[in-house]
């Protein structure tokens, strides 16, 4: 595979690219208030790589992260580009033992937004009570909290309980977001931040909650498809980038 020599780092074109990608998804993450200090990890499986990806180096604000400071690692946790920063033991075991045993999930993502985190609070977790809501009825697994993640033997049933879903909701912590893509991933991100940011203004009102009938949740399910511009999550990654290239172009070195 051809090489070439980036700011800082050496790799292939498909590399530098998921890189670029990866750092851009950082900072609009930062730029929508998803960032949570300097904890927290997107992760995106390197191209043409079997078993390495990428992810934030630990220490640094999602506003800091570039596509060249990004660190490449294995699913056994080894740093592959000479990056001398660290990752956080937390965001290696839970996104390695995806990586390594779900082979269509090359992007992962997750947050501890104020709005998923009290959501995975709520015993009934997110509700068909709003027009987001309802992407997710019947998509979401849970989890129950285990503590920080930080031990291997917690990935089976981090595993076990995902199923054949690709939201894992870790009660009273946070979701994770897995995808094929990084735009989808994005996508779904986004739709389940507004879905349980609207579920918390809507309970706080006090009121009875109406809730949508399953077999109006199956049309909107069915029909979800037919206001997808191209590929999904495609058209709104690119919109956003578009925003913080604006703000800061930084990202891209």
């Not at 904890?39 to 570039?66: C, M, Q, R, W």
């Not at 001398?84 to 033992?97: E, I, L, R, S």
Request: glycine letters at 6%.
């Amino acid at each position: 595979m051809a090489t070439q020599l980036r700011p800082n780092v050496e790799c292939s074109d498909a590399e530098w690219q998921a890189r670029q990608d990866l750092a851009a998804c950082y900072r609009i993450y930062d730029h929508l208030g998803w960032s949570e200090s300097i904890y927290n990890h997107i992760s995106l499986k390197v191209p043409d790589e079997e078993g390495a990806f990428l992810i934030n180096p630990f220490g640094l604000l999602y506003s800091e992260v570039t596509a060249s400071n990004l660190v490449k690692i294995d699913i056994d946790g080894n740093t592959l580009d000479g990056s001398p920063y660290p990752v956080n033991k937390a965001g290696f075991t839970q996104h390695a033992y995806f990586h390594r045993h779900l082979p269509w999930a090359h992007a992962i993502s997750h947050v501890h937004t104020t709005a998923t985190m009290a959501v995975c609070s709520l015993e009934e977790g997110l509700m068909p009570v709003n027009f987001y809501a309802c992407n997710f009825a019947g998509q979401l697994a849970y989890h129950d909290f285990e503590g920080v993640t930080v031990r291997a033997e917690e990935g089976e049933r981090l595993l076990a309980n995902l199923g054949d879903k690709r939201i894992l909701m870790l009660r009273n912590h946070g979701p994770v977001v897995l995808a094929p893509t990084l735009p989808l991933m994005f996508l779904m991100q986004w739709s389940l931040q507004r879905a349980c940011e609207i579920q918390m203004a809507t309970l706080s009102m006090g009121q009875p909650v109406v809730r949508v009938p399953d077999d109006v949740v199956a049309v909107h399910q069915r029909d979800l498809g037919q206001v997808s511009a191209g590929a999904p999550g495609a058209a709104d990654f690119a919109a956003w980038t578009r925003r913080i290239d604006k703000i800061d172009r930084s990202w891209r070195d």
